[in-house]
């Protein structure tokens, strides 16, 4: 920030990052000094991640703070989930025009929301002015050999989302009035667009048991896609066994359906494999732990997707060399 909100600046790391954040006994030195002093695991690894939401590229203009904040730090948790990691500290660089307390407040309180629910600490950060740009990096830990990757499917391997895929898509949509949905089934839309929650839980139960794993940012297709190119395998899709909403299923023409379940980010789902010898054990975990997770198909080794139920063309998404 400039001179002239330099105090503004301080006062607002004190009272709205340092005061708000929870205390964890491996943070020797949080906010405050010219770098965090933490102290790591021996055991483990630790795992960094990081995502920037841009106004106007990342979320639209008119979305309130509390969302902003909530969904800024629930993006970092999915790719934190994806690796199997535990959730510990989080650092924000926040880029705001000026300083508007009543946005602050908001922001911090979606932010924090989701940090203390994950036991995550603010360890330190940047304030600058400019375009409302929010940058965290995630941290956390995870076993050795235990990191969940997109390497490491192999032909046989089983394949698996969690959660109902498309309606962070549709979303989109209703919040653009492209797509008017009933009162009540366009809110649950819009809550899975701006409040994904991260499946940082299933993403630590895999641990040992899914040979790969990805969060669905981009879309399952896209994703997914990722997973088959580090591992140098293929994949056979059964597009009706996709984990569909209600809300979906009611509001939406079977073909509007596929396109958002197969190709519409923010999900924030997990796409993980699991070889055969793993998949009854993964069963039983999923239901001890009441975690919903469907089986959409199988890893091959002939390279490229095939998608079996689904007649209709992605192309104008560009994956026409899916079908
Ligand atoms: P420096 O000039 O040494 O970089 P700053 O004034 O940028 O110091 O930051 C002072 C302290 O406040 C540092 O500990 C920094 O990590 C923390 N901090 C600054 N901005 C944020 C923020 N947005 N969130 C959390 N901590 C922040
Ligand atoms: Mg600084």
Same mark, same amino acid.
């Given at each position: 920030m400039n001179k002239n909100s330099k105090m503004?600046?301080?006062?607002l790391i004190e009272n709205y990052f340092k005061q708000k954040t929870i205390a964890r006994s491996d943070v020797v030195m949080g906010i405050g000094d010219d770098g965090a002093l933490l102290k790591a695991p021996k055991?483990?690894?630790?795992?960094?991640?990081?995502?920037?939401?841009v106004e106007g590229v990342h979320f639209l203009p008119k979305i309130n703070a509390y969302d902003i904040g909530f969904k800024s730090l629930a993006v970092n948790l999915s790719d934190l989930a994806a690796m199997g990691a535990e959730p510990a500290w989080l650092t924000l660089a926040l880029t705001m025009p000026s300083i508007d307390i009543n946005w602050i407040n908001g922001f911090t309180e /979606?932010?924090?929301?989701?940090?203390?629910?994950?036991?995550?600490?603010?360890? &330190?950060?940047?304030?600058?002015? &400019?375009?409302?740009? +929010?940058?965290i990096q995630a941290h956390g830990f995870?076993?050795?050999?235990?990191?969940?990757?997109?390497? /490491?499917?192999?032909?046989?391997?089983? +394949?698996?989302?969690?959660?109902?895929?498309?309606?962070?898509?549709l979303g989109l949509k209703a919040a653009l009035g492209t797509f008017v949905l009933p009162e009540e089934a366009h809110q649950y839309v819009l809550q899975r667009l701006h409040r994904p929650i991260p499946q940082i839980k299933l993403g630590m139960l895999l641990r040992g048991l899914a040979s790969s794993a990805i969060d669905i940012s981009d879309g399952l297709l896209a994703d997914l896609g990722h997973i088959l190119e580090?591992?140098?395998?293929?994949?056979?899709?059964?597009?009706?066994? +996709?984990?569909?909403?209600?809300v979906l299923k009611e509001h939406c023409t079977q073909n509007e359906t596929m396109k958002l379940a197969l190709t519409a980010g923010d999900d924030y789902e997990l796409c993980f494999t699991v070889p055969p010898q793993e998949e009854s054990k993964l069963v039983a975990r $999923?239901?001890?732990?009441?975690?919903?997770?469907?089986?959409? /198909?199988?890893?091959?080794?002939? $390279? &490229?997707?095939?998608?079996?139920?689904?007649?209709?063309?992605?192309?104008?998404?560009?994956?026409?060399?899916?079908?």
């Open positions: 503004g600046e301080f006062s055991e483990q690894l630790l795992v960094f991640s990081m995502d920037s939401l /979606g932010l924090f929301f989701l940090a203390n629910q994950f036991n995550m600490q603010l360890i &330190g950060g940047d304030t600058t002015r &400019g375009s409302l740009t +929010i940058t995870v076993p050795p050999q235990q990191a969940l990757c997109r390497q /490491g499917a192999k032909a046989g391997d089983k +394949i698996y989302v969690s959660g109902t895929l498309g309606d962070a898509g580090a591992s140098c395998v293929g994949a056979e899709i059964w597009t009706e066994q +996709i984990p569909l909403s209600r $999923l239901k001890e732990e009441q975690i919903s997770c469907c089986c959409i /198909g199988e890893i091959k080794e002939s $390279l &490229g997707m095939h998608l079996l139920g689904y007649s209709g063309s992605l192309s104008e998404y560009g994956f026409q060399h899916f079908v």
